[in-house]
């Protein structure tokens, strides 16, 4: 239950953000798109370690980051469906320093649709309770994306990620830097 609520509020995050971005039709359907199939990998990964209450092993953590490129086998077998939607289903865990998975990509490596799936995600995960946490505060979550993992995500979709949920015209007043 936990997966497909968080799936379908990334979704909606990712288009309702693509709007304010003003993206094009077809490149909005593939944004939402993204957001909706990034954790399809997670149908392969067992219940036991999705549904764990506590922190997982080192074992169980390589299992569960098996998703990204198990949701990317799968979506790539559907007819029709764009590198694009794919490689944000592939990357929404890459970070821009290398540290993320499947691959350690840098930022210039990572496609713009997966950095903004990424922030969604993270965002969608620190304000929602799960099974080992209870829910955040949406400025708490703020509060951690921008001090604690602005250099692991793209500082400008962070910047205005932050400034479109705040709905703030001005970029000039946010110093990710």
Not at 94 to 102: A, K, L, T, V
Request: charged content about 25%.
């Amino acid at each position: 239950e936990y997966t497909f609520t968080h799936s379908l509020n990334v979704g909606i995050i990712c288009g309702v953000l693509g709007r304010w971005l003003k993206y094009k039709s077809k490149d909005l359907d593939e944004l939402i798109l993204a957001g909706l199939l990034h954790d399809l990998g997670k149908m392969e990964i067992p219940d036991s370690i999705l549904n764990k209450p506590g922190k997982l092993t080192p074992k169980e953590m390589e299992v569960m980051q098996l998703h990204s490129t198990l949701g990317f086998k799968f979506v790539n077998l559907v007819p029709n469906i764009s590198q694009q939607i794919s490689y944000g289903i592939l990357q929404h865990h890459e970070r821009i320093d290398g540290s993320g998975y499947p691959y350690g990509l840098i930022e210039a490596e990572i496609q713009d649709l997966s950095k903004i799936v990424a922030i969604c995600d993270i965002f969608n995960a620190l304000t929602t309770r799960r099974t080992y946490k209870e829910r955040m505060n949406s400025f708490f979550a703020f509060n951690i994306m921008f001090n604690e993992m602005k250099n692991k995500l793209s500082a400008s979709y962070l910047k205005k990620f932050i400034l479109f949920m705040g709905h703030k015209e001005e970029e000039s007043s946010l110093k990710l830097s």
